[in-house]
């Protein structure tokens, strides 16, 4: 390669490379944050009933950040749709989404639903009481659920897309 | 346009006039008409007053209560004293009390409500427990929302009639001669010079309606106190067959109220819902009764014909008969039409197999219950009894014994069912 050549190479090279970042750094203010769109593909997943997915973005979302309340709370769900062995994992996920923020109405919502079906009906009830001063349409439904013994049909305890 | 599009429009905005006179769109009558809306007086002062407590029961939220009458404890008192008046009928019989007895959940007893005149209501009195969270008012007026103006029709309306009065003003002269009364009305409304009004009244009388919550029951010990052996274990597995998904019995008597849609203080809005449960089937097209139409009587939609308002079953098992012609005599009996997923009526004018109605319901598909289950869900049903607001006396008659009108007589609880 002459040297006239390689000059140009690098000029290119150079002016490539500025106009990736350039244009990256553009983009830089456009994108949501990580966790967000870790949490959105979740919520996504979730609604189509992909536990195993949705569980993989809120974790991911988690990992990006940890204080992600509603992350905590739908992952507690998605955990607890997987299978009873995960019950003890998803409580734990619930009642870290509460720490976090302690008007979560959904979160008593999905964790009354958790402690009646764990068969613990005076958790259920205590939730089903914060749930009143909070929620009381949501609050009704986990009335049901405690009534039944049964799991309550849609997300009414999941937490949306974060906007 | 030419003449003939000209005449066709002319024509059309004609018919629509007529129906809406008619009655038809379920507009309101007009201003001169005794049972127009209830609003203030041109002139009368806005309703003040200290704030309202409410007498809740654990879990149960504020009603939401219509700005322009807000609720104060004089404006209840008045309203108790004014629905228990006899003067609010014709001839002096009858009063609020007669048709909504508190001793049964204010319901009265009869299949079919019976007016001043012997005339028989095309339905029966509905329980005004908990009547505050109702989104409609009535079995199957989805217009028909608030209390003040509600009351016009059982006082004034003529087609049936219920209490007869034809019109405000000579009811308003007897109360305004009434010194005890017109004290209630002048501590009631205290800034308005002409307190004794038939506005007044209105907003009095659905004041003291509001206040009639019950939430009292075992139940509502289980659920929201804190009591877990409040309910027996039979009223236990009731409640679970109740709530499930199989028998799916809240679906329609849900929330805390155990009806259809409610409101609250800061509730979301939901529309009225109505049902047609099979419990005729005449004809081809799935008739009711002609006048048993439900919601089709407003809306005069085929699809609407036999829908009803799913009422609230607390205290249902004072509330005997029931359907909104009382023509199911028991709850063991409407629970038997609800698993057969409609009534079937062997002979006479109203023959036919309700479950097989085109316009039934769809989720009113029917359930297989063992008799043992039927006795639990029974149990369950008699543990929303709330003895208290049966006996609570800031619901009874305030008048001395001595004044109070008789009781009306016993009646056949079938009166107006299957003829």
């Known amino acids: 390669m002459s040297r006239t050549t390689l000059s140009f190479v690098l000029i290119l090279a150079l002016l490539s490379t500025s106009v990736v970042f350039g244009a990256g750094s553009a983009k830089k203010e456009t994108p949501k944050a990580n966790h967000e769109t870790h949490y959105n593909a979740g919520v996504a997943k979730m609604e189509k009933g992909d536990w195993d997915g949705a569980a993989a973005k809120f974790a991911a979302a988690l990992e ?18 997987q299978g009873a062995d995960n019950f003890a994992k998803a409580l734990e996920h619930y009642n870290r989404a509460l720490e976090l923020d302690p008007k979560l109405a959904q979160a008593y919502h999905y964790r009354g639903v958790l402690h009646v079906l764990a068969g613990d009906e005076a958790s259920a009830k205590a939730d089903h009481a914060s749930l009143l001063k909070l929620d009381r349409e949501l609050a009704d439904e ?5 009534a039944s013994g049964e799991e309550p049909e849609g997300h009414g305890g999941a937490s949306g897309k974060w906007k | 346009m030419t003449r003939r599009a000209v005449l066709c429009v002319l024509g059309l905005a004609l018919a629509s006039g007529l129906a809406l006179a008619s009655g038809i769109s379920g507009d309101p009558p007009p201003r001169d008409d005794p049972r127009a809306e209830i609003h203030h007086r041109d002139g009368a002062p806005a309703a003040t007053g200290a704030p309202y407590r409410w007498h809740l029961p654990e879990g149960f939220p504020a009603p939401r209560v219509p700005t322009d009458n807000p609720m104060s404890a004089a404006k209840v008192e008045l309203g108790r004293w004014l629905f228990y008046d006899t003067r609010l009928s014709r001839d002096g019989s009858m009063s609020c009390a007669t048709c909504h007895r508190q001793d049964l959940a ?10 001043v005149t012997g005339e028989l209501h095309p339905r029966g009195a509905m329980s005004l427990a908990n009547v505050a969270y109702a989104v409609s008012l009535g079995w199957d007026d989805p217009d028909l929302d608030r209390l003040e103006d509600q009351l016009t029709t059982p006082i004034f309306g003529h087609d049936p009639v219920e209490m007869g009065l034809r019109s405000r003003e000579p009811l308003v002269d007897a109360l305004r001669g009434d010194w005890r009364v017109a004290l209630l009305f002048a501590a009631a409304f205290p800034a308005d010079p002409e307190p004794v009004a038939f506005e007044n009244l209105a907003f009095a009388l659905a004041s003291f309606q509001r206040t009639l919550i019950s939430g009292g029951s075992a139940f509502d010990r289980y659920m929201y106190g804190d009591d877990p052996a409040a309910l027996a274990p039979a009223e236990r597995r009731g409640m679970r067959l109740y709530f499930s998904r199989r028998l799916g019995c809240s679906e329609c008597h849900g929330r805390f109220t155990f009806s259809g849609p409610i409101q609250f203080e800061g509730s979301r809005d939901h529309p009225p819902l109505m049902h047609n449960t099979g419990l005729y089937n005449l004809g081809p097209e799935g008739a009711y009764p002609e006048d048993s139409w439900g919601l089709m009587r407003h809306t005069r939609r085929p699809e609407d014909m036999g829908k009803f308002k799913a009422p609230s079953l607390r205290n249902i098992e004072v509330t005997a008969p029931y359907m909104h012609d009382g023509s199911v005599e028991t709850l063991g009996d409407a629970i038997d039409h609800y698993a057969a997923g409609g009534r079937t009526i062997g002979s006479g004018p109203y023959a036919g197999r309700g479950a097989d109605s085109p316009r039934k319901s769809e989720d009113l598909t029917g359930f297989t219950l063992e008799p043992e289950e039927k006795a639990d869900l029974l149990a369950f049903l008699r543990a929303l009894t709330d003895h208290a607001f049966l006996e609570d006396p800031r619901f009874a008659d305030p008048r001395p014994t001595a004044e109070r009108s008789p009781q009306p007589p016993e009646v056949s609880p079938l009166n107006g069912g299957i003829h």
């Open chain 1, 64 to 81: 990006a950040k940890e204080d992600f309340a509603e992350a905590h709370n739908n992952y507690a769900y998605v955990l607890r749709k």
């Open chain 1, 142 to 146: 986990l009335m049901a659920v405690l």
């Open chain 2, 106 to 115: 204010f319901t009265d007893g009869r299949g079919r409500a019976l007016g």
